[in-house]
């Protein structure tokens, strides 16, 4: 079971920034992708940003042009920069292990970070 640790989350009102902060191992950066995926209430899962090996990177077309994912090898930590939020971005923001940003399940997720967007 690999460790992440989300942190960053919070309030903000639409059109505001957070940027997300994923903690974990150095085995995990070396051997998987790192996504980032968000569950709202009532919602299903859905993933958001993914970085791979050579720097891969996925996003989903509904943050595409919004959010940034980046990671930092040296400090063991992935982020997330969330520009122009808007409500429907509320929800829970977890990152997660991955076989692969192309294909295959979340392996292993941390607890998750809150973020609310509303006025």
């Known amino acids: 079971q690999v460790e992440l640790e989300e942190s960053g989350g919070g309030f903000v009102q639409p059109g505001g920034s957070l940027r997300l902060s994923c903690a974990t191992s150095?085995?995990?950066?070396?051997?998987?992708?790192i996504a980032w995926f968000r569950q709202a209430p009532g919602k299903e899962r859905e993933g958001v940003a993914c970085?791979?090996?050579?720097?891969?990177?996925t996003y989903a077309d509904s943050v595409r042009g919004r959010f940034t994912i980046s990671r930092n090898n040296a400090r063991r930590r992935v982020y997330l920069q969330m520009n122009s939020l808007q409500p429907k971005d509320t929800a829970v923001y977890h990152c997660?292990?991955?076989?692969?940003?192309?294909?295959?399940?979340?392996?292993?997720w941390g607890q998750g970070t809150q973020v609310t967007v509303s006025t």
């Open positions: 970085i791979g090996g050579r720097n891969t990177i």
């Open positions: 997660a292990t991955r076989v692969s940003c192309q294909s295959g399940d979340f392996t292993s």
């Open positions: 150095s085995f995990a950066l070396d051997y998987y992708s």
